[in-house]
């Protein structure tokens, strides 16, 4: 059964770099692999999407390994207002259906 | 360019009843797919459209069934509603190709009591 996994919930600085990795088993070999970053009463909102390897742009990164069982987004120098809930999304790999991880609830501190 | 939107925004219904939900895309884009939102599920996928069609489907009951119109504006309506569809239900819409970004509205929030 394919699943979407992250931590539950991270705490950091202002100013450090976070890493949150997501494990997806199962992913589609076609499909890329999106985080998105969600504010109370809001719609989620696209961060950034890769396929394989290290994907960058202005606000964070991507790593996905070659088996591209895992992703993790990189944040780097964090501030209070990146203080939200990220998701990662994949395809599962038989169905194609589209699985968000349970999210990361990221708790920026002064 | 507009965003996505979603209407309405807030909604009570009781169980039994039915409820339409419109989503309506930002222009040029022709997907739009429906989630659901709860504190214990999390987002979980419903369905795509992509011009006129369904495309992709979740793990829900046949309740839970949507539309797209040809100006790609999209309805879902959940019928027979159980207190468990309460949730937010968002709407996301891409130019409809792998890899799209999806761009997302604010959400319904459906309250069943």
Known sequence: ?110 | KAGVTQTPRYLIKTRGQQVTLSCSPISGHRSVSWYQQTPGQGLQFLFEYFSETQRNKGNFPGRFSGRQFSNSRSEMNVSTLELGDSALYLCASSLGTSGDEQFFGPGTRLTVL
Request: charged fraction near 15%; hydrophobic fraction near 30%; include cysteine.
């Open chain 1, 1 to 110: 059964l394919a699943k979407t996994t992250q931590p539950i919930s991270m705490d950091s600085y202002e100013g450090q770099e976070v890493n949150i990795t997501c494990s997806h088993n199962n992913i589609a070999t076609n499909d890329y692999i999106t985080w998105y970053q969600q504010f109370p009463s809001q719609g989620p909102r696209f961060i950034i999407q890769g396929y394989k390897t290290k994907v960058t742009n202005e606000v964070a990164s991507l790593f996905i390994p070659a088996d591209r069982k895992s992703s993790t987004l990189s944040l780097p120098r964090v501030s209070l207002s990146d203080t939200a809930v990220y998701y990662c999304l994949a395809a599962t790999g038989n169905t194609g259906k589209l699985i968000f991880g349970q999210g990361t609830t990221l708790q920026v501190k002064p």
